[in-house]
């Protein structure tokens, strides 16, 4: 009697399977690594709009905020996605120990007075970086897992909530947030009103956490392709001479011209320049192919944010935008006249 048990016996077998189901979990992950981005974005995108919507003479910035189309932010979010999927575990892994040094570095050697500003355009230059630690986080914690694929369209699910919320708050606050704020009748825009302030904060402590967790599976997944200690030696020691060389190259940078889109661009040729002729010696070759992906993902994301980086060059750009409002508008508020007490 002719039976269909046998034939997901054979399906493990076919590599044609393996090798599609290794793109799925790979789409998945980048997936989950845009939209990890695309939060942080939006998060960021509704700090500065609330900072510019509370400062009379920032009219300007706040048009252009508001201007920005939501069929750009969906293509740059596949864009993003795409280049996580393609760009491997191990040059993803190498960005983001790299850029874990460097903002380690950055934060130690901050200005007290600068601290506020220098620390936003570190948000903003850690897109890309984050989507890469959160795609390595998953392919470590999933990696062995018996519903792996299952365990990532859940932690997608997830992801997409996530994505989903941001952008709606977002697309309200540059809508209505100066009308409701004003007339103080929505509960989200009178919160962004007296702690909008805390949301680099917030931010903060959350990057934090990704990107520890981005670095032990980096080093993990790194690890793995090692079959001894000598091995692993001889590709540990040029990296850290190659990350170190790097972050005093760009600590000088910084110190010498002023922070700007060329700059920046520079700074990623010259990053991903450093990692190219290392990965020509202890790299593989499908590597410098990730690496070149690498390099489109990160001016992908440069482009993506644009506006907001311009709006880090304004030195005057409040650090608190909304936590002295209330007591202004407190201060300024008519008062009623006083009764006079009988003689």
């Given at each position: 009697m002719f039976s269909l048990l046998p034939l997901p016996s054979w399906l493990p077998g076919l590599p044609s399977l393996e090798w599609g189901c290794s793109l799925l979990d790979g789409l998945l992950q980048g997936l989950v690594g845009a939209f990890g981005v695309s939060v942080l974005n939006s998060l960021l995108k509704v700090y500065f709009f609330v900072g510019c919507a509370n400062d009379p003479k920032r009219r300007t910035e706040t048009e252009r905020l508001r201007a920005q189309w939501a069929l750009?932010?969906?293509?740059?979010?596949?864009?993003?996605?795409?280049?996580?999927?393609?760009?491997?575990?191990?040059?993803?892994?190498?960005?983001?120990?790299?850029?874990?040094?460097?903002?380690?570095?950055?934060?130690l050697s901050l200005r007290k007075d600068s601290r506020g500003l220098e620390t936003l355009q570190l948000y903003l230059l850690s897109q890309y970086a984050l989507g890469c630690g959160l795609s390595c986080g998953l392919s470590f914690l999933q990696e062995g897992a018996p519903?792996?694929?299952?365990?990532?369209?859940?932690?997608?699910?997830?992801?997409?909530?996530?994505?989903?919320?941001?952008?709606?708050?977002?697309?309200?606050?540059?809508?209505?947030?100066?009308?409701?704020?004003?007339?103080?009748?929505?509960?989200?825009?009178?919160?962004?009103?007296?702690?909008?302030?805390?949301?680099?904060?917030?931010?903060g402590r959350a990057l934090a956490v990704a990107f520890a967790v981005g670095n032990l599976a980096a080093v993990a997944l790194i690890n793995q392709d090692f079959l001894s200690t000598s091995e692993a030696v001889r590709f540990w020691t040029p990296l850290t001479i190659c990350y170190t060389l790097l972050v005093i190259y760009m600590q000088e940078e910084q110190r010498q011209q002023r922070f700007s889109m060329q700059s920046q661009v520079q700074t990623v040729l010259v990053r991903m320049g450093g990692l190219f002729v290392l990965l020509l010696t202890v790299g593989r070759w499908l590597d410098l192919l990730g690496l070149l992906v690498s390099l489109l993902g990160e001016l992908w994301c440069l482009a993506g944010v644009r506006t907001l980086l311009d709006l880090c060059q304004i030195q005057d750009f409040p650090s608190q935008p909304a936590a002295s409002v209330p007591s202004q508008t407190l201060q300024s508020a008519p008062t009623e006249p006083q009764k006079a007490a009988p003689s």
């Open positions: 750009l932010e969906t293509v740059h979010l596949a864009g993003l996605a795409l280049f996580l999927t393609i760009v491997g575990v191990r040059v993803a892994a190498l960005v983001v120990l790299e850029f874990s040094l460097r903002a380690v570095s950055t934060l519903h792996r694929t299952l365990s990532l369209l859940l932690s997608l699910a997830l992801a997409a909530l996530l994505r989903a919320g941001a952008s709606r708050l977002c697309h309200h606050v540059c809508r209505l947030y100066e009308l409701h704020s004003s007339q103080r009748y929505c509960g989200v825009c009178l919160g962004l009103l007296a702690g909008a302030y805390r949301l680099p904060g917030l931010l």
